[in-house]
C-alpha cells in the first residue's frame, strides 16, 4: 500500500522567499506529524494534528510557521520570509491511532536557503 | 526541561551484542519510543515501552525503567545491515508529542 507521501523531495530557494511544503499521510490515519532534521540532529518535533481536535503548535520555532490539515488528509506547512537557519530535512509522519501510536515518516523535503 | 541523552556514536562488530542506551527527563512521560534511521532515509518504528520491564522483538529487545528515567535497546546478532541511527524519544505532555534524542550512530564492522 501506499506511505507517507511528501512533496518537494527537494527545495531550494531564497533568503526571504515564502515555501510550502507538502504531505499525503497514509489513508485512514487519525494523526499528522511534522519534525525537522537538521544534519546530525534528531528529530525536532514541529505540529501535530490529531482529527478535528486543534493541533499542538508547541514546537513552531516562529511565526513564519504555519501548518493547516484540510479534510483531515493532506497538511501544508508553509515557512514564511525563510531563513539560512530554516534549512533543514523536514519530515512528515502519519499514524492510525491518536499518539502515542507507531508513527510511519514520509521521506522528507531537503530545504535549502541560500 | 525537556531533555534526552543518548551516546552520539557507537561501533560493534558483527555477530555480537550491542546495548545503546537512553535517558531522559520529560514531564507528563508517556512512554518511550526507538527508531532506526538509515543515512538519508526516514525513520523506521521498532519498539514502543510504557511499562517497566523488557520487551524482546526478534534479535532487538528494548528495556524501560520509569523510576531511573532509563532505557536501552539490546540489538544481538548484529549484522552489518544495523548499521544505522538509533533514536530514542520520550512521549510528553498532554498531546504525547515525541521529544527526540539527537541519535546514536551505530557502525557495524566486520
Known amino acids: 500500500g501506499a506511505g507517507v507521501s511528501q512533496s518537494p523531495s527537494n527545495k531550494v530557494t531564497e533568503k526571504g522567499k515564502d515555501v510550502e511544503l507538502r504531505c499525503d499521510p497514509i489513508?485512514?490515519?487519525?494523526?499528522l506529524y511534522w519534525y525537522r532534521q537538521s544534519l546530525g540532529q534528531g528529530l525536532e518535533f514541529l505540529i501535530y494534528?490529531?482529527?478535528?481536535?486543534?493541533?499542538?503548535k508547541s514546537g513552531l520555532p516562529s511565526d513564519r510557521f504555519s501548518a493547516e490539515r484540510t479534510g483531515g488528509s493532506v497538511s501544508t506547512l508553509t515557512i514564511q520570509r525563510t531563513q539560512q537557519e530554516d534549512s533543514a530535512v523536514y519530515l512528515c509522519?502519519?499514524?492510525?491511532?491518536?499518539?502515542?501510536?507507531?508513527?510511519?515518516f514520509g521521506p522528507g523535503t531537503r530545504l535549502t536557503v541560500l | 526541561g525537556q531533555n534526552i541523552d543518548q551516546p552520539t556514536e557507537m561501533t560493534a562488530t558483527e555477530g555480537a551484542i550491542v546495548q545503546i542506551n537512553c535517558t531522559y527527563q520529560?514531564?507528563?512521560?508517556?512512554?518511550l519510543f526507538w527508531y532506526q534511521q538509515h543515512a538519508g532515509e526516514a525513520p523506521t518504528f521498532l519498539s514502543y515501552?510504557?511499562?517497566?520491564g523488557l520487551e524482546e522483538k526478534g534479535r532487538f529487545s528494548s528495556f524501560l525503567s520509569r523510576s531511573k528515567g532509563y532505557s536501552y535497546l539490546l540489538l544481538k546478532e548484529l549484522q552489518m545491515k544495523d548499521s544505522a541511527s538509533y533514536l530514542c524519544?520520550?512521549?510528553?505532555?498532554?498531546?504525547?508529542?515525541?521529544?527526540f534524542g539527537a541519535g546514536t550512530r551505530l557502525a557495524v564492522h566486520p
Open positions: 524519544a520520550s512521549v510528553s505532555g498532554g498531546y504525547n508529542k515525541l521529544i
Open positions: 489513508s485512514g490515519h487519525t494523526a
Open positions: 515501552n510504557v511499562l517497566d
Open positions: 520529560t514531564s507528563g512521560f508517556n512512554g
Open positions: 494534528f490529531q482529527g478535528n481536535s486543534a493541533p499542538d
Open positions: 509522519a502519519s499514524s492510525l491511532m491518536p499518539s502515542p501510536d507507531e508513527q510511519f
